[in-house]
């Protein structure tokens, strides 16, 4: 079955710093991979996603992601962080049994510094 | 963009009764939506898969009998906690896919049982 880890439960950045967030998957085929956003207590918001095509992609609120095959990686990346920024950040795979579910990482919990 | 909507937002209720929670798509159709129970500081435990015209699809360990899905319409799905106990408080998140797994969530609803 699938899995997906993200190493980094929480990071923390100083305002203007640059970002990166891990996130590694298992999949057996081609991935369809996604990082959402969580604010506290809201639902999730879709960042970027990766289906096909180019491996860099690039998302909302000037996030980007690289799909690496060769390290079963899906890094988001951001050149410069902002206050709010700060949330709770998920990557996600879908199913590979094809029934649209997702499956989630833990998380990444980020917190901005002023 | 797609919009999925939830209601309520927030709910208290007494231990041994029961609580419905409503999932909407807005302004699309929905043959599928997804209900998501997420613990504090913790990721999203895909409970069951809301299926219009059919019965929910559970994961292993829910309790289809405790958690009462129906999908009456393409636009709104419902879940019902039934004899809540504290242990069941936690935030409930719902989705609709939209094809190609891509996913939009709702809000979430936050129930404390007490």
């Known amino acids: ?114 | 963009g797609a919009v999925v909507s939830q209601h309520p937002s927030r709910v208290i209720c007494k231990s041994g009764t029961s609580v419905k929670i409503e999932c909407r798509s807005l302004d699309f159709q929905a043959t599928t939506m997804f209900w998501y129970r997420q613990f504090p500081k913790q990721s999203l435990m895909l409970m069951a898969t809301s299926n219009e015209g059919s019965k929910a699809t559970y994961e292993q360990g829910v309790e289809k009998d405790k958690f009462l899905i129906n999908h009456a319409s393409l636009t709104l799905s419902t879940l019902t906690v039934t004899s809540a106990h504290p242990e069941d408080s936690s935030f409930y998140i719902c989705s609709a896919p939209t094809g190609t797994y891509e996913q939009y969530f709702g809000p979430g609803t936050r129930l404390t049982v007490t």
Do not use: M
Not at chain 1, 33 to 57: A, E, I
Not at chain 1, 76 to 93: G, I, N, Q, T
């Open chain 1, 1 to 114: 079955a699938q899995s997906v880890t993200q190493p980094d439960i929480h990071i923390t950045v100083s305002e203007g710093a640059s970002l990166e967030l891990r996130c590694n998957y298992s999949y057996g085929a081609t991935p369809y991979l996604f990082w959402y956003v969580q604010s506290p207590g809201q639902g999730l918001q879709l960042l970027l996603k990766y289906f096909s095509g180019d491996t860099l992609v690039q998302g909302i609120k000037g996030f980007e992601a690289e799909f690496k095959r060769s390290q079963s990686s899906f890094n988001l990346r951001k050149p410069s962080v902002h206050w709010s920024d700060a949330a709770e950040y998920f990557c996600a795979v879908g199913d590979e049994g094809g029934s649209e579910k997702l499956v989630f990482g833990k998380g990444t919990k980020l917190t901005v510094n002023p």
